[in-house]
């Protein structure tokens, strides 16, 4: 999700306007929020929630005056079933007259965050910790051919970032999170226990 989304559902005369943009802050997405509240003062409520960080550690969600439990939660919940992080939905209802129950309301408010998702062309991204592995200059070559066609057990496949030169090769490689053994087995295994990958860091691919 890059540039955000904007989608309108009409549920039993009732509209909901449905935003949702990436943040990366607590402010960030709180002022998405206060942008809708003034953009439709006049709607009855604007919902909100949102998950920040690379864990989705950070979660919070608000009913802005529909029965609690209704509209904020429901909206987190669709947030996090899709994996989604560092992303605020606002919900905004123009109240049609017609009461939706409390069943109703988790529902609408679910199918609204539900919407916006399925048209923003979500990209699935993944962590992938980053690894360094320091090989002599004779050998370089050839490990560096063995990674970049590497498929581990997994079947997860290496990615090779780079390599850097000083007094040794320092190649630098990734792979997705939770296959770091995998990958130093088989280093271990094509250099007969010379080479082994040291860890970095980590980054987001997607």
Not at 1 to 29: N, P
Not at 100 to 117: K, M, P, T
Request: net charge negative; aromatic share 4%.
């Amino acid at each position: 999700m890059d540039g955000g989304v904007d989608v309108e559902l009409e549920i039993k005369r009732s509209r909901f306007l449905t935003r949702l943009r990436r943040v990366e802050t607590e402010e960030a997405a709180r002022a998405v929020v206060e942008e809708r509240r003034s953009a439709h003062f006049d709607a009855r409520h604007h919902c909100s929630a949102f998950v920040l960080g690379p864990d989705g550690r950070t979660a919070r969600s608000s009913d802005d005056g529909e029965p609690a439990g209704t509209a904020g939660v429901p909206m987190l919940q669709v947030l996090q079933k899709n994996g989604l992080t560092d992303v605020v939905a606002v919900v905004t209802r123009y109240f049609g007259g017609i009461k939706l129950g409390a069943g109703g309301l988790v529902r609408a408010y679910s199918d609204a965050v539900a919407a916006g998702i399925a048209a923003s062309g979500v990209r699935e991204v993944r962590l992938c910790r980053v690894l360094r592995v320091d090989v002599g200059f004779a050998a370089a070559g050839g490990v560096e051919d063995q990674l970049r066609g590497l498929v581990l057990p997994s079947g997860a496949s290496v990615v090779v970032d780079g390599v850097e030169w000083t007094d040794v090769a320092h190649i630098t490689v990734a792979v997705p999170a939770g296959t770091e053994d995998e990958l130093a087995v088989a280093m271990a295994t094509m250099s007969a226990g010379s080479l082994s990958p040291v860890p970095v860091g980590e980054r987001w691919v997607g």
